[in-house]
């Protein structure tokens, strides 16, 4: 079974501030998905990243897949009170037929 | 980008009674499409995986008799709720694989109230 660990599990920042979501494991994904959710809607997409190492930027938010594609972190530069919402990262296995999702980082941006 | 849509977006049906949740993939073909259960506040609890043309595979403590899914086509998934109960009740998300590719792509979620 194929576990991915997301901390932290609840932020609550300052308008302004950095923050960095992190999800690791112990295994190997083939691709790992970040995603947003705003309560009573589904996951919407972020970015997917792929390569060993990559690093994908979406504006103020930056992706990082872990070199053994094992961990993904986001980081967020100063932080706007829209982005407050439910973080998931979520591992496809190599077989492409499993998606492991993190237990998901609440976030709450204060103005 | 791909869109996956779910029908109905919320439900209410009476305790006993089954209920059957659509999910769509509306501009591409799904060979893998996936059924989630989200409680408030908590992360995605993954149910089982379809794909078309087969049974679906069954996450561990999940009751294949008491939700039926069907994979008829490589555009729709389907998730019967059979004799539901109260504790049937959540938010039900289904997700879907574009090809062979590496994203998943989620539907808007349908709400089941069983009363």
């Given amino acids: ?111 | 980008g791909a869109v996956v849509s779910q029908h109905p977006s919320r439900v209410i049906c009476k305790s006993g009674t089954s209920v059957k949740i659509e999910c769509r993939s509306l501009d591409f073909q799904a060979t893998t499409m996936f059924w989630y259960r989200q409680f408030p506040k908590q992360s995605l609890m993954l149910m089982a995986t379809s794909n078309e043309g087969s049974k679906a595979t069954y996450e561990q403590g999940v009751e294949k008799d008491k939700f039926l899914i069907n994979h008829a086509s490589l555009t729709l998934s389907t998730l019967t709720v059979t004799s539901a109960h109260p504790e049937d009740s959540s938010f039900y998300i289904c997700s879907a694989r574009l090809g062979n590719e590496n994203t998943i792509y989620f539907g808007e979620g349908s709400w089941l109230t069983v009363v």
């Fill in chain 1, 1 to 111: 079974t194929q576990l991915l660990e997301q901390s932290p599990q609840f932020l609550s920042i300052q308008e302004g501030e950095n923050l960095t979501v992190y999800c690791n494991s112990s295994s190997v994904f083939s691709s790992l998905q970040w995603y947003r959710q705003e309560p009573g809607e589904g996951p919407v997409l972020l970015v997917t990243v792929v390569t060993g190492g990559e690093v994908k930027k979406l504006k103020r938010l930056t992706f990082q897949f872990g070199d053994a594609r094992k961990d993904s972190s986001l980081h967020i530069t100063a932080a706007q009170p829209g982005d407050t919402g439910l973080y998931l990262c979520a591992g496809l296995n190599n077989a492409g037929n499993m998606l492991t999702f993190g237990g998901g980082t609440r976030l709450m941006v204060k103005p």
